[in-house]
């Protein structure tokens, strides 16, 4: 398989995160692009020219994180089945987390500064706060979960709110959280994975 990926996308890091837990990093290319400069190899792979792209061993493509995370999930029995409805319930909230908080990070990025007052920006951070808090009172429910496709890509989204939207101080508002993201991110694949 080849993985099409760049150090700063959380969609990609969670799919790289799953394989290393899944022991399936032997069996795929990393294949490091910048997605912003139409990179050639990247468009053929994934014609939308977004990173994460996986490219199956008979030649399929596969864009999509969560998409490629079942792709993943079906591979290999390895990692605990937690109750399924659990699981895809904290990937949606995880997956949610990432995309408003992507959204703002690029939108600052590519836009005036004044744009912090655009309605758009507000319902992001809306949706990033509600979710933070949705998490923190699910705390009981993901601490007791084990590792899997929902609790990676939650810990993923809110280690890219620490990395890049620190001024939202999520990490002191919801401590609980913060206590468990710190344990998560530990782990040795979080840590080989970090952004940068
Ligand atoms: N919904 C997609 C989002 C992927 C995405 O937005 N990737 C960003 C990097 S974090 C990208 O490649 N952006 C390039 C572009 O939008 O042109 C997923 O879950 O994979």
Sequence with gaps: MKLFLNKTS???????????EKGLEDRVELCWCDPWTDDAQLLEANPVGRVPALITDNGTSISESLLIAFYIDSLSSQLPSDNKEDNLHLASIGQGLMEAAFA???????????????????????AIERS????????????????????IIIAVA???????????????????????????????????TAFG
């Design 104 to 126: 703002l990070v690029i939108s600052r990025k590519y836009k005036d500064e004044g744009d912090d007052e655009s309605v758009l920006t507000k319902r992001r951070i809306s």
């Design 10 to 20: 959380p969609y990609a890091r969670a799919v790289r995160i799953l394989m290393l």
């Design 158 to 192: 809110l280690d890219y709110l620490a990395f890049r939207l620190p001024e939202l101080g999520a990490d002191k508002r919801y401590p609980e959280l913060e206590v468990w993201r710190a344990n998560v991110v530990s782990r040795p694949s979080f840590k080989n």
């Design 132 to 151: 933070l808090l949705h998490l923190e009172q699910s705390i009981a429910l993901i601490s007791c979960c084990d590792i899997s496709s929902g609790t």
